[in-house]
Structures are given as structure tokens and as C-alpha cells.
T-cell receptor, first 116, second 113 residues
Framework: AQKVTQAQTEISVVEKEDVTLDCVYE???????LFWYKQPPSGELVFLIR??????QNEISGRYSWNFQKSTSSFNFTITASQVVDSAVYFC?????????????FGSGTKLNVKP | DAGVIQSPRHEVTEMGQEVTLRCKPI?????LFWYRQTMMRGLELLIY????????DSGMPEDRFSAKMPNASFSTLKIQPSEPRDSAVYFC???????????FGDGTRLSIL
């Protein structure tokens, strides 16, 4: 079974629309971290955020916000007022205490297309 | 601060040739990871090192692949002999302590003809 599921393969929006990228994870560990990475068309992987399993507070950073809900095992990512530069593939990832947080389980990614 | 540095950015070579990919982790980071990214399999962890020692190489596809970390600032991933199915983007990542995020290099796009 997939440890991290990103059910949305590809999403297209028009600039200034809000968009939410879904991430559902599966773990038996009580201590774990969740991450989001961005991969723009140039190919590099850029770290966006890390969240530990004990901190369910939502986080906002500019136009980006993250909603962590343990009850539904979800860690969703919302971009408000999307811009063309947000076009990228976004990966959600999980690391567990069981493996000393060294094994990252990546989702298959969601490709976001923001059109002008 | 310099990020993770990988070289070369692109490599095109013929089947059967030896390929060496290089990585310089972020200074002070104790962990180094090698990943492979393909459309079919996504991001796969190949091997990781802690303080220059290989800890888990269970993701290395076969004996044609080898990785070394002779010192804290340099690692190589070698494929010998290379095959067309090895074509992929190879990423190196490093992190400071256990619970820190991994920071990735820009990747090496490898094409084996």
C-alpha cells in the first residue's frame, strides 16, 4: 500500500484562483514528519515545509497554507491567488521515527498548471 | 550558503560506458542521500550515508550501481556498465540531523543511448 497518496495527478487553474493540493498518508508510527516539496519545470526539488506529528496547527506563509489533520491522515496544501510561477509538480512526503526519519516516502506528485 | 551541488547537470553516454555522478553536500550535514526519479517509479531512495558510512543501500537496483563517500564533502554514484534503463534524473540530498528536512541538489539528467 502507498504510504503517501496524492490522488490529483494534474490540476489546471487560471491565475488568481485558489487551489488545494491533497495529501493522504498512512503510518503506524506515532512520531513522524510530513513535508511538501516543489519541483518547477527547471527540475530542482525545493523544500517548502516540514510538520511534525505532534503539531496540528495550521501554517501560513504568504500565499501558501497547510492544513494538517491527524483524524483524516491528511496534510493538504493551499495556494491562494495562484500565479503562473506556482506552476510545478508538488510532492508530499512522510518520514517516520521507525527509520530515524531517514526514509522519505514520496507521493507520486501533483502537477499544477497555472494559466495566465 | 551553498546548497547541495551536483555534477554534471546533464550526461549523455552510450550503453556500456561507466558513468560517475558527483555530489557535494551542504557543509556540516551528516546525512547524504542518493535518489533516482523516473516517470514510472517516481522518486526512489537508492542509498544513504551517515557520517560517510553507508547505512542503507537496499534501494540500489543491482551490482552495476555503487556509491562511495570518501569524506564529508564528497560522494559519488557510479554505474558500470550503464544500460538504457538507467536513464533518469539522479538527485543527491543532504540533511543536518535526523529530524531535519532533506535539501536536494539540482539533479543530474542521465541519458544512456
Amino acid at each position: 500500500a502507498q504510504k503517501v497518496t496524492q490522488a490529483q495527478t494534474e490540476i489546471s487553474v487560471v491565475e488568481k484562483e485558489d487551489v488545494t493540493l491533497d495529501c493522504v498518508y498512512e503510518t503506524r508510527d506515532t512520531t513522524y514528519y510530513l513535508f511538501w516539496y516543489k519541483q518547477p519545470p527547471s527540475g530542482e526539488l525545493v523544500f517548502l515545509i516540514r510538520r511534525n506529528s505532534f503539531d496540528e496547527q495550521n501554517e501560513i506563509s504568504g500565499r501558501y497554507s497547510w492544513n494538517f489533520q491527524k483524524s483524516t491522515s491528511s496534510f493538504n496544501f493551499t495556494i491562494t491567488a495562484s500565479q503562473v510561477v506556482d506552476s510545478a509538480v508538488y510532492f508530499c512526503a512522510l518520514s517516520e521515527a521507525l527509520y530515524n526519519f531517514n526514509k522519505f516516502y514520496f507521493g507520486s506528485g501533483t502537477k499544477l498548471n497555472v494559466k495566465p | 550558503d551553498a546548497g547541495v551541488i551536483q555534477s554534471p547537470r546533464h550526461e549523455v553516454t552510450e550503453m556500456g560506458q561507466e558513468v560517475t555522478l558527483r555530489c557535494k553536500p551542504i557543509s556540516g550535514h551528516d546525512y547524504l542521500f542518493w535518489y533516482r526519479q523516473t516517470m514510472m517509479r517516481g522518486l526512489e531512495l537508492l542509498i544513504y550515508f551517515n557520517n560517510n558510512v553507508p547505512i542503507d543501500d537496499s534501494g540500489m537496483p543491482e551490482d552495476r550501481f555503487s556509491a562511495k563517500m570518501p569524506n564529508a564533502s564528497f560522494s559519488t554514484l557510479k554505474i558500470q556498465p550503464s544500460e538504457p534503463r538507467d536513464s533518469a534524473v539522479y538527485f543527491c540530498a543532504s540533511k543536518g540531523t535526523n529530524d531535519q528536512p532533506q535539501h536536494f541538489g539540482d539533479g543530474t539528467r542521465l541519458s544512456i543511448l
